[in-house]
């Protein structure tokens, strides 16, 4: 019977405590028979709480209580270590599924790239996604996501540009979060022209902004000290019903310190304080830096 996927399917499976004795209890039990679902689903708890050093020792330990994991296991087990920014041992982990005879899908290889992205491996999440094609696996917007986002992480905006128009091409519709993935990797190259054509773009596509866009594209016109440029966006966003957040006041204020306007920053405080948004030590010190 499968005890763990029995708690998960009624509702259970998030309620950490529960989970863990039920797994111990479980473990001590001679009469009963473990099943793959029930060490996947406790694998895929692990994930959700970034053990995935618990979850490589568990799903190695699998085989000699004679239970053989699945794609389903290997899956949850890549997952922990995307989740735990861990992409060599998600590399490991891969090549031990794929001698076990295990086919990946797509959401292996999505799961395995969003783990090189983590630990900042473009190169790495290149290889994967050309594994993936090689192997008949089609990429999915998610994949396709996974791998802008790696790019963006090193700056290679360049890179994130190309892989949207091989996505286009490939019939994949880009999504908000292939948008923000690309303003991001704009605004880490310092490349605040090309963010504002990436967001004109998403515009014209008929993908709404979220205050992820907005506030990448603050933060790209704030590398280059576009205070100006920033400060519009900002009135853009509130004029679309768009809410500011922390990061976004934070943004505009980096901006204002890098454009040496202190009055301006100290005003985006005020308006930041009168709209109930807490300010955080970013915004203090950015404030005291504009100062300067």
Known sequence: MPVIKGIGMAGGRDDVLKLDWLWEWLNKQTGVKQEVFDDSAYISHLARRKRWSDAVELCAGMPKVGVTPNVFTYNSVITACEKGAQWEAAEQVFEEMQTAGVQPDDITYNALISACEKGAQW??????????????????????????????????????RTTVEEMQTAGVQPDDITYNALISACEKGAQWEAAEQVFEEMQTAGVKPTVITYNALISAHGKDAQWEQARTTVEEMQAAGVQPDNITYNALISAYRKGAQWEAAEQVLERMQTAGVKPTVITYSSLISAYE
């Open 123 to 160: 190169e790495a999440a290149e290889q994967v996604f050309e594994e993936m094609q090689t192997a008949g696996v089609k990429p999915t917007v998610i994949t396709y996501n996974a791998l802008i986002s790696a790019h963006g992480k090193d700056a290679q905006w360049e890179r994130a």
